[in-house]
């Protein structure tokens, strides 16, 4: 039986592996690692490093990214179903998040830091959607 770091391992590598609920394979839109089937892409190797997937389903599948984002070196953006398609969708889902996270950092008394970590993360992320998608949107108007 193959664990878990193997098929992430495995996906770094781009090569078709299956495990015990998670498994990778070459799909229409890039190399995907899956987790419990094919409704959750948990992340595709892009031409500029990987697009992880930024919903959440289970404390499994949450483990199951771990192992994944454990395995990898490179750029990584996170984007509502694992496409790059949802970039403005993941932006804004991105700012509502982190005002959410200001507004329980005001009040919090304590792990103040885990709120200004994770405000800090999804500016990173949202400044890497921006800059990915304003470089896709001028090529989309070069080449028309």
Known sequence: MSTHQEVAYEFVCKRKYTGSRMFCEDTMKGFTVFSYGYH?????HTDWGYAFNKDERSVSTTRH????????????????G???????????QNLGEIKWNMDKME????????????IE????????????????????????
């Not at 959750?40 to 595709?44: K, L, S």
């Not at 694992?82 to 804004?92: I, N, R, S």
């Not at 009040?107 to 994770?118: G, L, M």
């Open 40 to 44: 959750f892409p948990i992340a595709r």
């Open 65 to 80: 990214k771990n192992y994944v984002m454990n395995a990898i070196s490179g750029t990584v953006i996170e984007f509502v």
């Open 82 to 92: 694992c496409d790059e398609d949802k970039a403005l969708e993941t932006f804004k």
């Open 107 to 118: 009040r919090a008394r304590t792990k103040v830091q885990v709120y200004q970590d994770k």
């Open 121 to 144: 993360y999804l500016l990173e992320q949202n400044k890497l959607i921006k800059e990915r998608y304003l470089k896709l949107k001028m090529v989309e108007e070069i080449v028309q």
